[in-house]
C-alpha cells in the first residue's frame, strides 16, 4: 500500500508570492491533516479536512487555505508568502475522524521564502 | 488553551541506558495520547493510548497513560545507536485537532 506523498518534496519562494502545496492520502483514508513544522515551535496544526470539509482550523492567518476533493487529495495554499512561512509542511492522513485514529504522515514539503 | 508538554527537551545517554520520555497535557475534551518517532523527515506512529493504566509494548518500547494526572511516559529499555530521534507526543481533543508537544531530543551513543 503506497504511503502519504507529498508535492513538491521542495521549494523556494520569495516575499509576496503564493504557494500550492499537494498531499495524497493513503488510499481509503479520508481525513487528511496540515501541519508546520518549525525548529522554534515544533509541529503546529494547520487544518484538518474530512470528506471534502474543513473540520478544524488551527491558529495560523487567513493567508493559510486549504481544500480536499472528492478523491480525499488535498491542496494547502499560502498567499502573500513572508519570510516566517519558511518551514517544513507536513500532511498526515488517517481512515477516519483523526481524533480516533492514527495518522500517517509524508515526507513533506521544505518551504523556503526568500 | 490546550497543551502538550515534554520533558526533558534533551537527553544523552550510552548504548544500553534506559530512558523514561515525559508527556503531560492539558486538552478539552480529551480523546487519545500519541507517541511518534521522528528521525530525519515525516514523524512515524510508536503508540494511541486511550485508556488508563494499561501498558503498550512494542519490542524495547513501551508507553502508558495515566488520564487522572494527565501524563504518559515512553519507555525504551536497552537502548541503542538507532533509537536517536526526535520522540513527539501528542494529544487528540473532540474538536479533531492534534496537539503535539515540541518533543524530547533523544541522543543514544556508541
Known amino acids: 500500500k503506497a504511503g502519504v506523498t507529498q508535492t513538491p518534496r521542495y521549494l523556494i519562494k520569495t516575499r509576496g508570492q503564493q504557494v500550492t502545496l499537494s498531499c495524497s492520502p493513503i488510499?481509503?483514508?479520508?481525513?487528511v491533516s496540515w501541519y508546520q513544522q518549525t525548529p522554534g515551535q515544533g509541529l503546529q496544526f494547520l487544518f484538518e479536512?474530512?470528506?471534502?470539509?474543513?473540520?478544524n482550523k488551527g491558529n495560523f492567518p487567513g493567508r493559510f487555505s486549504g481544500r480536499q476533493f472528492s478523491n480525499s487529495r488535498s491542496e494547502m495554499n499560502v498567499s502573500t508568502l513572508e519570510l516566517g512561512d519558511s518551514a517544513l509542511y507536513l500532511c498526515?492522513?488517517?481512515?477516519?475522524?483523526?481524533?480516533?485514529?492514527?495518522?500517517?504522515f509524508g515526507p513533506g514539503t521544505r518551504l523556503t521564502v526568500l | 488553551e490546550d497543551k502538550v508538554v515534554q520533558s526533558p527537551l534533551s537527553l544523552v545517554v550510552h548504548e544500553g541506558d534506559t530512558v523514561t520520555l515525559n508527556c503531560s497535557y492539558e486538552?478539552?475534551?480529551?480523546?487519545?495520547l500519541l507517541w511518534y518517532k521522528q528521525e530525519k523527515k515525516a514523524p512515524t506512529f510508536l503508540f494511541m493510548l486511550?485508556?488508563?493504566?494499561i501498558e503498550k509494548k512494542s519490542g524495547r518500547l513501551s508507553s502508558i497513560l495515566d488520564k487522572k494526572e494527565l501524563f504518559s511516559i515512553l519507555n525504551i529499555t536497552a537502548t541503542q545507536t538507532g533509537d536517536s530521534a526526535i520522540y513527539l507526543c501528542?494529544?487528540?481533543?473532540?474538536?479533531?485537532?492534534?496537539?503535539f508537544g515540541t518533543g524530547t531530543r533523544l541522543k543514544v551513543l556508541a
Open positions: 498526515a492522513s488517517s481512515l477516519g475522524q483523526s481524533s480516533y485514529n492514527e495518522q500517517f
Open positions: 488510499s481509503g483514508h479520508r481525513s
Open positions: 479536512y474530512f470528506s471534502e470539509t474543513q473540520r
Open positions: 486538552v478539552t475534551n480529551f480523546r487519545s
Open positions: 486511550t485508556s488508563s493504566g
Open positions: 501528542a494529544s487528540t481533543s473532540g474538536t479533531y485537532k492534534y496537539i
